[in-house]
């Protein structure tokens, strides 16, 4: 297994919308099993596709503190959604920020696991939260973004002071 490399933001590639898996193949697998070591090296609960420069819906979460219970969904599509959260949010694409941001408080998500089956699940609290944040990921959508301009410009100002000092 790999150690992906995480795009970090504003890279122009994590607006980059993802495109279908067609088929589930050993080479999607195995690019299952690298974002998931990825992730928790990170440490992260959740890794899209598109953050490590993979451009095709695939996602990989744990939100157990044991690291042990892997979800991915592949294709996922949000089917049914209610209620309304607004919990503070991090990314590996945005490290050190965090803030809130607005979602559904559960989810009804339809997708296929690892071995191309398709599964419904329902989701809430911080599952649906972090499925809501990843499918952004495969639309070309960063956390970030739901932010006023004003808090945007901060947080890249601040991303940029950041990457220099470690230069």
Known sequence: MAILKILQYPDERLHTVA?????????????IQNMAET?????GIGLAATQVDVHQRI????????????LVLINPEI????????YEEGCLSVPGIYGKVKRAEAVTVKALNAEGESFVLDANGLLAICIQHEMDHLVGKVFVEYWSQLKQMRTLAKLKKKQRSIM
């Open 19 to 31: 495109v279908p898996v067609v088929q589930v193949t050993d080479k999607i697998r195995s690019l």
């Open 39 to 43: 992730m928790y090296a990170a440490p």
């Open 59 to 70: 996602i990989v979460i744990d939100t157990s503190e044991t690291h042990d219970q892997l």
């Open 79 to 86: 089917i049914a959604s209610h209620g309304v959260s607004d």
